[in-house]
């Protein structure tokens, strides 16, 4: 760790950047989560009652945070990181006000990309951040007690969401939102240190993104391993953006789904807790490995089982949604980690570039498999098995490609 480093950890403890790098991180998940209990609300509202077309209220966020950081990313390069992020937060508390006054999906959904587009920079640019300041299984490390902290914001969202919607309506989940994000914001604005160093700095051109690209294709592995994100994130999207519509409509526990959704969260919170030492270990790939084929045994399973299309008792679907994320928060955990890895030299228009990748891939997955999943959770699974067989065999081509360059290094 270079001297630059050891002195921002004697400004600021290890534990607060963790915890406030995570709170960045949160305020997507407060901004998707706590509207979950509100999506039937909100849409009759705008003028929708149909709940496929509902799901666009969680999906549109997703692309605004695909398309965010290609605009973030590079100006994160050039400016810094600090300023970047507090001006999103200013975009961010406009769009939060078009959602308010919305009158109809259209305005909704704009809204919610314009949301996206602003979450995009503290998301994107909290984990350059955390690559400013470490590296390797290390960094995996952090990014594993990151996403522990990070992962309780969705435990409680939904049940905050659907406090507030009960007491109030839906227009105070926004209220709550801007007020988690201001206070967030303030927070960072006192406390955080610049991480990119001047000399590390990269002046803005109308070339940035193809020199980015350019320097992003010399690493296929950084390109693969994005590649799986965009497919897991894909099909774990499609979860989000059902959960409501499975839970309430399908089971008819609409009072419980807070709780529901609070209890899968904790077993995504427990793998990636346990992650951030189990990395250390066994390192990056082969966790990601174990994990990516026992997420696809699990849904496998479940198809096999459940093939006619009945869903089972809800306790079987409860087991097996959390064995599947259980599964996840492993690969969750060490994804963008080992991607980012060989591109610490351009950190923001990497984390750039590779989450445009794997947004443009996951949005159009969620919203496809979304559509099948009317009167049965069997589609979502089905999609989790395709996403999940797709991603083992980029995995293992990645792999064999390893090990033909290791064989002719040695010839």
């Not at 810094?80 to 769009?95: D, E, H, M, Y």
């Not at 980015?212 to 999207?237: A, C, D, H, M, Q």
């Not at 990056?284 to 699990?298: P, Q, R």
């Not at 009167?375 to 996403?387: E, K, M, R, Y």
């Amino acid at each position: 760790m270079n001297y630059f480093c050891r002195m921002f950890l004697k400004r600021l403890p290890q534990l607060e950047f963790v915890v406030l790098m995570a709170l960045l991180m949160s305020i997507v998940a407060i901004a998707i989560d706590a509207l979950l209990p509100a999506l039937d609300v909100i849409g009759a509202a705008v003028g929708e009652t149909d709940p496929i077309k509902n799901q666009q209220i969680i999906i549109m966020i997703f692309l605004g945070l695909g398309v965010g950081p290609l605009i973030f990313g590079p100006i994160s390069d050039s400016w810094g990181r600090k300023p970047t992020v507090i001006s999103s937060f200013i975009i961010f508390c406009l769009a939060s006000f078009l959602c308010i006054y919305a009158k109809s999906m259209e305005v909704m959904l704009l809204g919610r990309v314009l949301q996206g587009i602003a979450l995009s920079a503290p998301r994107t640019i909290s984990i350059a951040m955390v690559r400013d300041v470490y590296s390797g299984d290390f960094m995996a490390r952090i990014m594993s007690f990151i996403t522990a902290i990070f992962i309780l914001i969705p435990v409680i969202a939904p049940t905050i969401g659907k406090f507030i919607l009960d007491a109030y309506n839906w227009q105070s989940i926004f209220y709550f939102q801007l007020l988690f994000a201001l206070l967030v914001g303030l927070w960072f604005w006192r406390r955080q240190p610049e991480t990119l160093e001047l000399e590390n700095r990269i002046p803005l051109s109308r070339h940035i993104f193809k020199e980015g690209w350019n320097e992003l294709i010399k690493y296929p592995r950084t390109l693969g391993f994005t590649f799986i994100s965009g497919f897991i994130v894909g099909s774990f999207l499609v979860y989000l953006s059902t959960a409501q519509q499975i839970f309430e409509d399908q089971y008819h526990l609409k009072e419980e789904f807070p709780m529901i959704f609070a209890g899968l969260a904790i077993t995504i919170g427990l793998a990636t807790f346990l992650n951030g030492t189990l990395v250390l270990k066994y390192g990056m790939e082969k966790i990601i490995t174990f994990s990516l084929i026992s997420y696809l045994g699990i849904s496998l399973t479940y198809v096999l089982l459940f093939f006619t299309g009945e869903n089972p008792p809800f306790e079987i679907l409860f087991l097996f949604f959390s064995l599947q994320f259980f599964a996840v928060a492993f690969i969750f955990g060490n994804l963008r980690a080992i991607a980012m890895q060989p591109i610490g030299h351009i950190a923001g228009i990497g984390a750039a570039i590779t989450g445009f990748i794997s947004t443009l891939m996951s949005v159009p997955i969620s919203t496809f498999i979304g559509s099948f999943v009317t009167t049965s959770a069997l589609p979502l699974f089905i999609g989790f098995s395709i996403c999940a067989g797709l991603s083992v065999c980029i995995l293992y081509y990645l792999k064999f490609k390893a090990k033909q360059k290791i064989k002719l290094n040695t010839v």
